[in-house]
Nanobody, 121 residues
Framework: QVQLLESGGGLVQAGGSLKLSCAASGSMHSSNSMGWYRQAPGKQRELVASTATGGTTNYADSVKGRFTISRDNAKNTVYLQMNSLKPEDTAVYYC???????????????WGQGTQVTVSS
């Protein structure tokens, strides 16, 4: 089991910044991916950004150049720095853990409880 504890959401004006944090605890795999998804009202949950233990990162096209994902492996924590926020970034942001990576019989998938990000225009 892996537990994910998120923090850092809130209300910000358009053009502002927020930083989300997600601390993982429990039985983590040596190869894993941690990332952020978001879900706006009436929309499907979508990937925002992810980072793997090997250093690979992925970003949604809509956040490239504005958001930066990073991780501190010593602290088992992943961060999402969000700059130049837009009203359309408003959503509940969920931390996600996937592991192990590669060709495996089973991959485990865990979610945080979600944190609200609201960007006012």
């Amino acid at each position: 089991q892996v537990q994910l504890l998120e923090s850092g959401g809130g209300l910000v004006q358009a053009g502002g910044s927020l930083k989300l944090s997600c601390a993982a605890s429990g039985s983590m795999h040596s190869s894993n991916s941690m990332g952020w998804y978001r879900q706006a009202p009436g929309k499907q949950r979508e990937l925002v950004a992810s980072t793997a233990t090997g250093g690979t990162t992925n970003y949604a096209d809509s956040v490239k150049g504005r958001f930066t994902i990073s991780r501190d492996n010593a602290k088992n924590t992943v961060y999402l720095q969000m700059n130049s926020l837009k009203p359309e970034d408003t959503a509940v942001y969920y931390c996600n853990y996937k592991g192990p990576l590669g060709l495996v019989v089973r991959r485990y998938d865990y979610w945080g409880q979600g944190t609200q990000v609201t960007v006012s225009s």
